[in-house]
C-alpha cells in the first residue's frame, strides 16, 4: 500500500486522532462559544428568550466589586496555597525517595487524600474545625473556644490547610518521578568532585528535575484558581461571604441570582486571568530547563 | 491458545470493559430524572420536597390505581430553577413542576397553564396569580415565628407553658431569665444560615406593616432611615434578646442548624427562630414532645402584635409550553383537583407529610406539631403574607450583614446603613 499520499495520511490522522478531535470539539469548543454568545444576553437562566444586550455584561462584570474582590481573594489564596503545596509536596517526595523504611506504604499514604472527592474532604475538615479543634482547645485552655471557621482570617487558613493537604501527596508523586529520573550516576560524580549532599542537591538534582517543578506548579494555580468544591462544602463563603473564591460568586451570580450572562462572562474573565497565569508560569519555567 | 486468539479476546474483553464503564456512568447521572418523557400516555411531577419523595411515589402509584393514569415523580438536588432550566433547554419539562413562590413570577409566568377555571381556586387564600390568571397552586402553608418546646420550658418552671402569656419582649425577657435560673443556661438557639437571618427574619421588617410594597419601593428610592424605624427597632432589639441567651454566644457563626434543632427536640433549647418546615429536622432526634410555634415577641404593640408571618408555599404550576400536550395538561389539572377533594390527597397533604393543607375542604387534622400550630394560625386569620419580590441576592448579601451583626461585628447603625446601601444599590425587581 502506498504509504505516502494525501488520503493515507488522513486516514490515519482520522482514525487515531479523529475520535478525540470530535470529543474536545463537543465537550469543550462547542460549549465554549456557545458561552460566549451568552455572556452577550441578558438571559436569566430559565427563560425561552435571550435578549442581546452586547456588551453590558462585561461592563457589569467590571463594575461587580464583589466579584474583584473574591478574585483578589482567590488570588491570595492560590499564592499561598502552590506556595506550600510544593515545598510540601517537594519535602515529602524527598522523604520517601531517599530509601526509608517502608517508603511505598508512605507513598501511597500521602496520596490517599486525592483520592477523596473534594466535597466529602470539605465536611469532613469541617468536622474537625467545628467539633474537634473547639472541643480539644476548650479541654486544654479551659475557656470556650472559637472555630476557626467562624472568623474571617481562619476560614482562609483552613481552606488553604485543607488544599494543601489535599493536593500536596498529587504533586508528591509527579515530583517522585521527578526524583527518579535523576541518575544516581550523576549525583555519585557531583559527591567525587567534592559536593556536599546539599549542594549535590541544589546543583544537579533540583536543576535536572525543573520540568517537575514546572507541572506541578501549573497543576497547583490551576487548580487552585478554579477552586469551587472545597470551597462549597467547607466555608459556602462564610463567615459574612469573607471567603467566597472567584468560581463561587460566579455559580451564586449566574444560578442563584439568576444573571446567566453576567456570571458566564466572569467565568470567562476567571478563565483568561487563569490561562494568563498559567501560560507565563509555564513559559517562565520552560526557559531555564536543562537536559543532562 | 494461538496469539491471534489472545488478541482478539483482549479486544473483546476491553470493549465490554468499555461499555460496562459507560453505562456505569449514564446510571450515575439519572437521579435528575432523564426520563422524563418515559411515563407513556401518563405525565410526570417535579417534586422539590425531597422530604416527601417517598410518599409521593407512593401516592402517584396509588392515583395509578384508582384512575389508570401513569404518574411519574421526580427530584432533584440542584437548585429548583437551575434544574427546570436543563429540562426547558432540552425541551423536555415536566407537566406539573413543584416550585416556591419566586418562581411562579418568572418561570410559570412564562410557561405556567392558566387555572382560573379549576374548582379549588375558590377553596383557598393562597393560590398565586400573575396578570389576572392563577398559575400557582398552593401545596402547602408555612409561617415563621418562634418555634418553642413547652416540655423542656415545664421541666426548668415546674409550670405548663402558656405562649399566648409572652406577648412582650418584656415578658419573653423574664420567663429566659426564670429559664436561666432553673439551670437552663442557655435556652435561645440561633440559626446563622444567612436564608434563615435574611430572608426569614430581616423579612419580617418589610412584611410586618400595612404596605409592604410601599416600603420596598421607598427602600430602593433610598428616602428610609431604618434607625428612626420602630419595626426595625422593634425586631432588633428582640434580636439583640435572642443574642444573649444564645446557647453559640461564643461563637455565633460556628453554630450547627442540626445541633439547634437536635437541643429543641430534645428540650434542652427552649426557644429558636423558625418555621414549621423545622419539624422535619426536629422529628429525627428524641423529640420529647411540646413543640409549637408563638409570634416573634415584641415591645411594639401593633396590628401584628399576635401573628406568624407566612402564607402559601412550594406552589405546583402546569407546564403549558408546546413540550406539553394538552392531554397531559389536562392530566395534570386532574390530579391537583384529586389532590384537593379525594380522601387519599386530604391525608396525603396533612397526614402523610405533615404538611398545613390551604384549602378550606382539607378537615383531616395534620400530623405535625408545628404544623398544628401554624394551622391554627392560619385558621384564624392570624397570618402577616410573605413578600415575594425581594432581589436574587437579597438573602445572601444581607444574610450575611446580618451574620455580622449576630457575631457583634458591627452596629445596629451600621447594619441599617448596610441595608439601606443595599437597597439603593440593586435594580428594582419588575413584578
Redesign the interface.
Known amino acids: 500500500m502506498e504509504r505516502n499520499t494525501f488520503s493515507y495520511k488522513l486516514r490515519q490522522i482520522l482514525m487515531f486522532a479523529g475520535p478525540g478531535t470530535i470529543l474536545f470539539f463537543c465537550v469543550v469548543i462547542v460549549p465554549f462559544i456557545y458561552g460566549l454568545y451568552l455572556t452577550f444576553t441578558s438571559w436569566?437562566?430559565?427563560?425561552?428568550n435571550k435578549p442581546f444586550v452586547g456588551f453590558a455584561n462585561y461592563a457589569a462584570a467590571f463594575s461587580d466589586s464583589a466579584y474583584w474582590i473574591a478574585l483578589g481573594r482567590t488570588a491570595i489564596y492560590s499564592i499561598f496555597a502552590v506556595v506550600f503545596i510544593n515545598i510540601l509536596a517537594f519535602a515529602l517526595a524527598y522523604l520517601v525517595t531517599s530509601g526509608v523504611k517502608g517508603q511505598n506504604f508512605f507513598r501511597a499514604g500521602f496520596f490517599v487524600p486525592n483520592l477523596i472527592g473534594g466535597i466529602v474532604l470539605g465536611y469532613v475538615w469541617k468536622f474537625v474545625f467545628?467539633r474537634a479543634y473547639?472541643a480539644i482547645a476548650s479541654a486544654i485552655t479551659g475557656a470556650?473556644?472559637?472555630?476557626p471557621?467562624?472568623?474571617t482570617g481562619g476560614a482562609m487558613f483552613c481552606l488553604i490547610f485543607v488544599s494543601v493537604w489535599q493536593y500536596a501527596g498529587y504533586m508528591m508523586l509527579i515530583y517522585v518521578a521527578g526524583f527518579m529520573s535523576v541518575s544516581d550516576s550523576l549525583k555519585e560524580a557531583a559527591m567525587i568532585d567534592g559536593c556536599t549532599p546539599s549542594q549535590a542537591m541544589r546543583n544537579v538534582t533540583i536543576p535536572l528535575m525543573r520540568s517537575s517543578f514546572v507541572q506541578c506548579i501549573f497543576l497547583s494555580i490551576t487548580r487552585c484558581f478554579v477552586v469551587y468544591d472545597v470551597n462549597l462544602s467547607l466555608t459556602k463563603g462564610?463567615?459574612?461571604?469573607t471567603s467566597v473564591m472567584a468560581a463561587m460568586h460566579v455559580y451564586?451570580t449566574a444560578?442563584?441570582?439568576?444573571?446567566y450572562g453576567m456570571g458566564q462572562a466572569e467565568a470567562l474573565i476567571l478563565f483568561i486571568v487563569c490561562a494568563i497565569v498559567g501560560v507565563t508560569q509555564v513559559m517562565i519555567g520552560k526557559k531555564g530547563e536543562v537536559e543532562a | 491458545m494461538k496469539k491471534s486468539t489472545m488478541k482478539k479476546l483482549l479486544v473483546a474483553m476491553l470493549s465490554f470493559a468499555m461499555i460496562f464503564a459507560m453505562a456505569a456512568c449514564g446510571g450515575g447521572g439519572s437521579d435528575s430524572g432523564d426520563a422524563a418523557s418515559s411515563a407513556d400516555g401518563g405525565f410526570t411531577i417535579f417534586n422539590s420536597k425531597m422530604e416527601i419523595q417517598d410518599q409521593f411515589e407512593a401516592l402517584a402509584k396509588q392515583y395509578t390505581e384508582e384512575t389508570g393514569v401513569p404518574v411519574e415523580v421526580y427530584y432533584s438536588q440542584d437548585?429548583v430553577?437551575?434544574h427546570?432550566?436543563t429540562k426547558?433547554a432540552s425541551k423536555d419539562p415536566y407537566t406539573l413542576n413543584m416550585v416556591d413562590a419566586k418562581d411562579i413570577y418568572?418561570?410559570a409566568k412564562?410557561?405556567g397553564v392558566d387555572m382560573s377555571d379549576q374548582d379549588w381556586v375558590a377553596d383557598t387564600d393562597y393560590a398565586i396569580s400573575v396578570d389576572g390568571k392563577v398559575l400557582g397552586f398552593p401545596s402547602s402553608i408555612e409561617a415563621r415565628g418562634i418555634i418553642y418546646n413547652a416540655e423542656g420550658i415545664k421541666k426548668i418552671t415546674g409550670k405548663d407553658f402558656d405562649p399566648a402569656s409572652i406577648t412582650t419582649l418584656d415578658g419573653f425577657k423574664a420567663l429566659l431569665d426564670e429559664l436561666v435560673k432553673g439551670g437552663m443556661e442557655a435556652p435561645v438557639a440561633i440559626m446563622?444560615e444567612?436564608w434563615s437571618l435574611g430572608a426569614h427574619y430581616l423579612q419580617q421588617v418589610y412584611e410586618e406593616r400595612e404596605d409592604p410594597e410601599a416600603f420596598v419601593q421607598s427602600l430602593y428610592k433610598g428616602e428610609v432611615d431604618l434607625m428612626k424605624d420602630e419595626k426595625f427597632n422593634s425586631l432588633m432589639d428582640t434580636f439583640d434578646v435572642l443574642k444573649a441567651y444564645n446557647k453559640d454566644k461564643?461563637?455565633?457563626?460556628?453554630a450547627?442548624r442540626d445541633l439547634s434543632e437536635q437541643g429543641l427536640a430534645e428540650g434542652t433549647v427552649a426557644f429558636m427562630f423558625g418555621g414549621n418546615w423545622d419539624f422535619a429536622e426536629m422529628k429525627k432526634y428524641d423529640y420529647i414532645g411540646g413543640a409549637g410555634m408563638m409570634p416573634v415577641p415584641q415591645n411594639l404593640q401593633d396590628d401584628y402584635t399576635g401573628k406568624l408571618v407566612g402564607g402559601g408555599s412550594k406552589f405546583f404550576y402546569i407546564d403549558g409550553?408546546e413540550n406539553t400536550s394538552a392531554e397531559k395538561q389536562q392530566m395534570a389539572k386532574d390530579f391537583l383537583n384529586w389532590l384537593v377533594t379525594s380522601d387519599a390527597g386530604k391525608t396525603f397533604i396533612s397526614d402523610t407529610c405533615g404538611m398545613v393543607s390551604p384549602f378550606k375542604s382539607n378537615d383531616v387534622a395534620c400530623s405535625d406539631d408545628l404544623g398544628k400550630a401554624v394551622k391554627t394560625f392560619a385558621d384564624a386569620g392570624n397570618l402577616v403574607p410573605n413578600y415575594d419580590y425581594d432581589?436574587?441576592?437579597h438573602y445572601?448579601?444581607l444574610g450575611?450583614?446580618m451574620?455580622?451583626y449576630l457575631?457583634d461585628?458591627c452596629t445596629r447603625e451600621e447594619l441599617a446603613t448596610a441595608i439601606q446601601n443595599y437597597w439603593k444599590s440593586v435594580t428594582p425587581v419588575e413584578h
Open positions: 436569566d437562566g430559565v427563560s425561552a467545628n473547639v470556650p473556644a472559637t472555630s471557621l467562624a472568623t462564610e463567615p459574612f461571604n451564586n444560578f442563584t441570582y439568576k444573571n | 437548585t430553577s437551575a427546570l432550566a426547558y418568572s418561570l412564562e410557561y446563622k444567612d461564643a461563637s455565633p457563626i460556628a450547627e409550553s432581589p436574587d441576592d445572601s448579601v450575611a450583614e451574620q455580622k457575631a461585628q
